[in-house]
């Protein structure tokens, strides 16, 4: 059992079984790492939305083994982010510098849920149609 | 200030960057706001937006489109020596042009025409992602009672990202008034040398 985290969820589930596995790898199965990042195996390779990253050709047993994504592996090779406790009970699957800075060049506000302090979500998106005065504080 | 403002045009969006709620309440009922409070508590605006001190504040238009990037609000830099008239001007200075955006929308002369605002949008680095990553990775291991391995974690996260100060000092020591504020925060601030720990923000107006 592993505890995987993106930067919005927590999900608590079973790790693929391949040989050989160690700490350094997390492997998921194909139906698990779609419902955890959005990800999914395709004949054009590991893909989300329009955007598919090829296997890459001659050692794709280290990404794809039967039902089984090595989904840190493609987390490596995509630029992103996957780092985990020392004994690898909890991962988090992050976003890359490179997908940041697209979105971030697009000057598309980078849409997010957070709650307020009676636990009510809010989304950016929910208030298109007005300007958006966004101001971060803390109270440290 | 916001007055005159109709509701249906314009919203100011407060996000604490907080890990914990119960710091951020009383500093939300006492200022009773009339605009949307959101807690924050894996600081996701700091990887979304690469946001690193607080306050920071951006501008969004009516289709979502960023018009004013990420930059400190009218505070003027901590460790300069501005009298407080000083500091309340910039304040003063930086409320006025976001009100007339929220009056003027597009036609405001606070806004930077498209190349402009991307010129003046930082990139993130593959260790500012790193950071990011760790940080919450570490804040949930804080969360679950296995603080030791969410320290090694944060000190990590401050290496690869040492311009983070929401990073530093959310997992720093807070005093009794729970700032982290105290004296290793304001040697870190001294080094900081000609970079400012407020970046003065660039508008008409605005003391230097």
Redesign the interface.
């Known amino acids: 059992m592993v505890?995987v985290?993106t930067?919005?969820s927590?999900t608590d589930i079973e790790v693929a079984s391949v040989r050989p596995n160690t700490n350094d790898e997390l492997w998921l199965s194909a139906t698990d790492t779609a419902a955890i990042t959005g990800w999914e195996m395709k004949p054009e390779g590991f893909c989300k939305g329009d955007i598919c990253v090829p296997t890459p050709a001659g050692n794709s047993d280290r990404f794809v083994q039967g039902d089984a994504i090595n989904v840190s592996a493609f987390w490596d090779l995509m630029?992103?982010?996957?780092?985990?406790?020392?004994d690898a009970g909890?991962w988090?699957l992050?976003?890359?510098?490179g997908s940041?800075?697209d979105?971030?060049?697009s000057?598309?506000?980078?849409?997010?849920t957070?709650?307020?302090?009676d636990g009510k979500l809010?989304s950016?998106?929910d208030?298109?149609?007005?300007?958006?005065?966004?101001?971060?504080?803390?109270?440290? | 200030m916001f007055e005159s403002v109709k509701d249906e045009d314009f919203m100011i969006l407060s996000v604490a960057m907080d890990a914990d709620v119960e710091a951020a309440r009383p500093w939300i009922e006492a200022a009773t706001p009339d605009y949307v409070t959101l807690i924050d508590q894996n600081h996701l605006l700091s990887s979304l937006y690469n946001m690193f001190n607080v306050p920071q504040a951006v501008w969004i238009d009516e289709t979502g489109k960023i018009v004013r990037p990420v930059e400190t609000g009218g505070s003027l830099d901590i460790a300069r020596d501005f009298d407080q008239e000083t500091r309340a001007q910039a304040k003063l200075t930086y409320i006025n042009a976001a009100g007339d955006w929220a009056v003027n929308g597009s036609a405001s002369k606070f806004l930077f025409d498209i190349d402009e605002t991307k010129k003046r949008i930082p990139a993130m680095t593959d260790e500012i992602a790193l950071a990011h990553a760790k940080f919450q990775l570490g804040q949930y291991l804080r969360r679950n009672g296995r603080a030791d391995e969410a320290e090694a974690i944060f000190a990590e996260s401050c290496e690869l990202h040492p311009d983070s100060w929401n990073i530093y000092r959310e997992t720093a020591e807070r005093n009794e008034r729970g700032l982290a504020a105290g004296d290793e925060f304001w040697e870190k601030v001294r080094s900081l040398g000609d970079k400012q720990y407020y970046i003065t923000v660039d508008m008409e107006g605005m003391p230097q």
Do not use: C
């Not at chain 1, 957070?114 to 302090?117: A, E, F, R, V």
């Not at chain 1, 298109?128 to 101001?135: A, E, H, P, Q, S």
């Open positions: 505890t985290l930067e919005t927590a630029g992103k982010p996957a780092v985990r406790t020392a909890v988090l992050g976003e890359g510098a940041r800075n979105a971030m060049i000057l598309q506000a980078p849409d997010f957070l709650p307020d302090l809010h950016l998106s208030y298109r149609g007005k300007r958006v005065l966004l101001i971060t504080w803390a109270s440290w």
